[in-house]
């Protein structure tokens, strides 16, 4: 028996439907492919109050916030960052909090492929520590330049010890204090080793967004998913 028009007009309709539902599931929100692969990132933007990032639990949300809007939100995301000892609570360090790796950016570069590489010989330069949405952060010589990542870390990934503010009141201070940074561009004043260092190069000027952005920052994070 024929088909009739009506019927092969509704079949094409039910065909192109599905096609449509399918393209958008395969799309984040600002129309980029998903990231699924996607390990490790620098935040595009800094958290909405210089280094006061709700401790350290507001700063993985803020990483899982930023990985959703990107496609990757099937992760669970942690935030690079050390906290110290206080209160008689026990230092954490930010190596403990992100998991074994491997890590990838946005484009399936692999970074490291365990805590022990990214402690050592990895592969984070400018080139390859990207944000979320797979876009290069500016580094030494850019204007303005925003290397410093805050991780209030050691070389070794662990918490600073001592008196000195090194985690902006571990990550609740917007105003005085400091917060160790590393150089993701590993590019500093000289060739010493903290200048180049992607974790612990130097402690920032204050804990406010302008304190962090004249250290030559801009209050961006280091995200790893921790699954």
């Given at each position: 028996?024929?088909?009739?028009?009506?019927?092969?007009?509704?079949?094409?309709?039910?065909?192109?439907?599905?096609?449509?539902?399918?393209?958008?599931?395969?799309?984040?929100?600002?129309?980029?492919?998903?990231?699924?692969?996607?390990?490790?990132?620098?935040?595009?933007?800094?958290?909405?109050?210089?280094?006061?990032?709700?401790?350290?639990?507001g700063a993985?949300?803020?990483?899982?916030?930023?990985?959703?809007?990107?496609?990757?939100?099937?992760?669970?995301?942690?935030?690079?960052?050390?906290?110290?000892?206080?209160?008689?609570?026990?230092?954490?360090?930010?190596r403990?909090?992100?998991?074994?790796?491997?890590?990838?950016?946005?484009?399936g570069?692999?970074?490291?492929?365990?805590?022990?590489?990214?402690?050592?010989?990895?592969?984070?330069?400018?080139?390859?520590?990207?944000?979320?949405?797979?876009?290069?952060?500016?580094?030494?010589?850019?204007?303005?330049?925003?290397?410093?990542?805050?991780?209030?870390?050691?070389?070794?990934?662990t918490?600073?010890?001592?008196?000195?503010?090194s985690?902006?009141?571990?990550?609740?201070?917007?105003?005085?204090?400091?917060?160790m940074?590393?150089?993701?561009?590993?590019?500093?004043l000289?060739?010493?080793v903290?200048?180049?260092?992607?974790?612990?190069?130097?402690?920032?000027?204050g804990?406010?967004?302008?304190?962090?952005?004249?250290?030559?920052?801009?209050?961006?994070?280091y995200?790893?998913?921790?699954?």
């Amino acid at each position: 028996m024929p088909i009739s028009l009506s019927a092969r007009l509704g079949t094409t309709v039910v065909v192109l439907g599905s096609l449509v539902a399918c393209a958008g599931m395969s799309t984040s929100k600002d129309g980029a492919a998903p990231k699924d692969d996607m390990t490790f990132f620098v935040t595009s933007r800094p958290g909405p109050n210089g280094s006061d990032l709700g401790g350290l639990a507001g700063a993985d949300r803020f990483c899982q916030t930023l990985a959703t809007e990107a496609g990757a939100g099937r992760h669970t995301w942690r935030a690079y960052l050390s906290a110290q000892a206080a209160g008689g609570a026990a230092p954490v360090n930010a190596r403990d909090r992100i998991g074994r790796g491997p890590w990838r950016n946005a484009k399936g570069v692999v970074i490291a492929t365990d805590v022990a590489q990214l402690h050592g010989q990895n592969n984070i330069n400018k080139q390859t520590a990207l944000t979320e949405r797979g876009e290069l952060v500016n580094g030494g010589g850019d204007t303005p330049n925003m290397h410093d990542i805050l991780t209030g870390s050691q070389p070794d990934g662990t918490a600073i010890a001592g008196n000195v503010d090194s985690t902006c009141g571990n990550w609740t201070k917007s105003g005085d204090g400091s917060a160790m940074v590393g150089h993701h561009d590993r590019r500093g004043l000289d060739e010493s080793v903290p200048a180049k260092s992607w974790n612990s190069s130097h402690l920032s000027r204050g804990c406010s967004l302008p304190a962090l952005i004249s250290t030559g920052g801009n209050g961006r994070l280091y995200c790893f998913a921790a699954d």
